[in-house]
Structure formats: C-alpha cells, structure tokens
C-alpha cells in the first residue's frame, strides 16, 4: 500500500535528527558507566547496527534491551527510578522507533505497510511516556515527522487500515469505523441529545456560578482570583484555532493524533477499585470508548498530550490571566472522553482554568470552608479525594454533606471555569467532551 510518496525524504530526515555515528548515541547517555557491562555490549550493538544500515538486527537487538528496561522502570516507586533506566529507554526506543519508520519507508522490504509506521510511532511514544529525553528532546522531533507521513494516506486507505486492525482487536466496532470516519465530534442530532441532557440537569438559579464576558486582567485578578470566588469567563477563547479555522472534530484528532499512544483511564472513576489505566492509540480509543459499545467508560484524562502532540498545542494558548501567577509554569492537560466521564469530588493545590472545546460537562464546586462535611479520604493518595459519591450521597454514612453550600454550572463549549486552588470540584461530561485545563501557581 503507498501510503506517502516522500518516503524517501522520510528516511532522510530521520537520519538527520539523529547523531552522525553510533557514538554519539552512546555518549548522549550521562552516567553511563552505571549500566551493567552486558547491558552496554547489546545496546552498542544495536546502535552500530543502525549506522551500519541494519535495521532489522538492530529491532532484533532493541527487544531484548527494552524488556530489561522494562523491568527496571517498573520496579519500585516511578519517582525513585533512576533516571539513567530512563535515559537508556529513551535512546533504545529512538533505534527501534527509527529502524522500524525507516524499514517501512524501504521499497524492497517486506515490512513496507502503515502497520511498521504505526509500530514506529507507537514505539516512539513509548519512548516519550516512559523514558527521560536526551538528545535534544530527538523523539518529538522524529515522531511529528512520521506522524505527518500519515496524515497524507488517503481517507480510503485509512479506512481499510483501521478495518483490518479492528478485526484483530474487536470485532464489534468494525461497523463503526467506517462511519466515524467523517464523524465530527457532534453532528446536529447529538447536539440536540446533548441539549435533553442539560434540561434534564436543574441548575440551581441561586446557586448558579457566575458568568463573566472576558474581564480585565485587574478586573479579574481584584474580584475572582484575590478573593477565590470561582467564575466562567466567556468570550476568552474565541480565538483559538481549535475553537475557530481548525476546530477539534473526530477526524481532526485522528488526523494529527490518531497514531499516538497515550494512557487511558479505564473504569468509572478513579475512585473505584476496579478503575485502572491502559496504553493504548487514539485511534482505538476513540473506536472503542467513543464511537463503539464498551460498556466501561474510558477518559484520556490529565494528559499532557500537548507536549506530546505539538501540533495540536498550536490549536490553543496560555489564557492571559496565568500571567498572573507567580511562576511562568503552567500545567496544560487534555481531558477526552464520551458522555458520562466522572472526576470524583476532589481538589487540587493550584489555580486552575478549565476550558471546555467541545462538548458541556456538569460542575459543582464546593469552597474549602466547607472540608469538614465533604469527608476527605484518609489515604495519602487519596487525601484530597471526598469518600462520598456526590452524585448519589450515602446519607448515613456521611450525614453532614448535604448541609455542604456548592455553586454548580453546566460548563459549555467556549467556557473557561476558574477553580481556585483548593476549591473542591466534581465534573460530569454531558457528551462527548475535550476539555484542557490549565494549572498555574
Ligand atoms: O474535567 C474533568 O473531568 C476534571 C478536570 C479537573 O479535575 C481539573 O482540571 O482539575
């Protein structure tokens, strides 16, 4: 299957991101003498491999590397790991990753198909998720390059890719993909099932969060953010790409995002002991858990795709009221998901802005003053989480919540919520839903 007819190119400008000799891999690695002499022997090896033109050995090689790696990263605390596994992780997938785009980029190789360009991104992302850069940050640079080569297969030959993968995957969405292809993120008749869905939610007129047009930075920063009073400010985000020329569709996520791997949290919520967390493809996720009949509800929730995935970082800005904050770091997350995602009661350290592209959530907010009826969890993990289900309280076992005040609000596509640090906040999607938030200090 052609899927791009710069392949060629491809190749070239893989090799041009990476370092002129298997050496210069090696010494990209600090502490290198820590690695056990075995270990170092394999992964010269396989560097060479790769400068010698042999990419097959080279994969060959880079198996048995990563599941040592593998297990390193997987032992203890993630915050203990020691940073040189992370290092090493990195450089290995950067040699597989490119073998494998470039194999797939070879007239002469059997491997030629878009399943070895989706193997090499995936392999790629592996490398972002769990490994620590060097290089430059190398693998953001080649991922976007391999990603575009995809952009350019043709509608039709997607289709049939994304069919064959679903036969191996789940036979039941195969229907689906074809449909969604075109899909956008809401056709008319789902906003209009949206719409049922907030009349059915009574929003409290008295206790209604307030809805401000695009306040000044002073205006903002003397009557909401001083005060920690939350607020919706509208009008702020109009013109952002992903809001105006390229609005976030279906397809315009699977266009630039489509063959990314990114972690899915899996189950109803976090709070649950059956919730977990899978690596798996934008494309499945969105065939599985947005367009086909799971019956777990899956949320790409506070994910730092925009790091990931650059080119939809251009689709948005810092909003200007961060600036406020004492530090130039702000937290950008995604959160994706169907209809029917739940973040549990809980709340965070930082200023938060919460902007919703798509789709309308429910939200409740409940001030800090209000800690001692809202019943924390007493698990370090889970201490800033309340024990009671806010949307089904149990009366007896946690008497005081119903006497808690909360402002709530139905948060629409082109809304920006203000959450200040420590206010406790319970989000519900409507329907399909991207939201990006954005904690500042
Ligand atoms: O939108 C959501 O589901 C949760 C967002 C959230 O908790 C946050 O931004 O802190």
């Given at each position: 299957?052609i ?22 891999i ?12 075995s ?6 090896s396989?560097?060479?491999?790769f ?5 097959s ?11 040592y ?47 070895s360009i989706?193997?090499?991104i ?72 949206e ?58 996520i ?14 109803s ?36 795709l ?44 930082k ?50 919540f ?33 939201s990006v ?5």
């Amino acid at each position: 299957m052609i899927i791009f007819k710069d392949m060629d190119e491809l190749k070239i400008r893989i090799l041009k991101h990476l370092p002129d000799t298997a050496n210069g891999i090696a010494v990209s690695i600090e502490l290198i003498d820590d690695l056990p002499s075995s270990y170092l022997y394999l992964q010269k090896s396989c560097c060479e491999n790769f400068y010698a033109g042999d990419y097959s050995e080279c994969i060959d090689k880079s198996k048995p590397l990563l599941d040592y790696l593998w297990e390193k990263l997987n032992t203890g605390n993630w915050k203990d790991v020691d940073i040189t596994w992370r290092e090493a992780y990195y450089l290995v997938s950067t040699m597989k990753g490119s073998s494998q785009a470039i194999l797939a980029t070879d007239s002469r190789a059997v491997e030629r198909n878009t399943h070895s360009i989706a193997d090499a991104i995936k392999t790629f992302d592996m490398g972002l998720l769990m490994g620590a850069p060097i290089m430059n940050n190398v693998l953001t640079k080649l991922v976007q390059d391999v990603h575009t080569c995809l952009e350019k297969i043709d509608v039709s030959d997607r289709k049939i890719e994304l069919a064959n993968k679903c036969i191996d995957n789940d036979k039941s969405v195969q229907n689906d993909v074809g449909q969604s292809l075109n899909k956008k993120l809401r056709t008319d008749s789902e906003i209009d099932q949206e719409i049922e869905e907030e009349i059915k939610i009574q929003i409290d007129k008295n206790k209604e969060i307030k809805r401000i047009n695009c306040p000044s930075l002073e205006y903002f920063s003397a009557t909401f953010k001083d005060e920690g009073t939350p607020v919706i400010i509208t009008n702020a985000i109009n013109h952002w790409p992903a809001m105006s020329t390229r609005q976030w569709s279906l397809d315009y996520i699977r266009l630039k995002a489509g063959f990314r791997t990114v972690p899915i949290e899996i189950g109803s919520k976090y709070t649950e002991d059956n919730w977990t967390q899978k690596l798996m493809t934008i494309n499945d996720f969105i065939d599985r858990f947005i367009l086909g009949s799971q019956n777990q509800t899956g949320y790409l929730a506070q994910h730092q795709l925009f790091d990931q995935v650059p080119e939809l970082r251009n689709d948005i800005s810092i909003p200007d009221y961060c600036c406020l904050g004492n530090s130039e770091d702000v937290d950008i997350n995604a959160w994706f998901g169907p209809k029917g995602t739940v973040s549990p009661l809980h709340h965070d350290p930082k200023h938060n802005f919460l902007v919703q592209v798509v789709g309308s959530k429910y939200i409740r907010i409940y001030s800090p003053t209000e800690n001692s009826k809202l019943y924390p969890h007493d698990t370090f993990l889970l201490e800033n989480t309340s024990q009671v289900d806010a949307e089904n309280p149990d009366e007896v076992k946690f008497p005081l919540f119903n006497d808690a005040l909360y402002s709530e609000a139905i948060l629409r596509p082109g809304e920006m919520l203000y959450i200040p640090p420590k206010y406790w906040h319970f989000i519900k999607s409507l329907y399909i839903s991207f939201s990006v938030s954005f904690w500042w200090e």
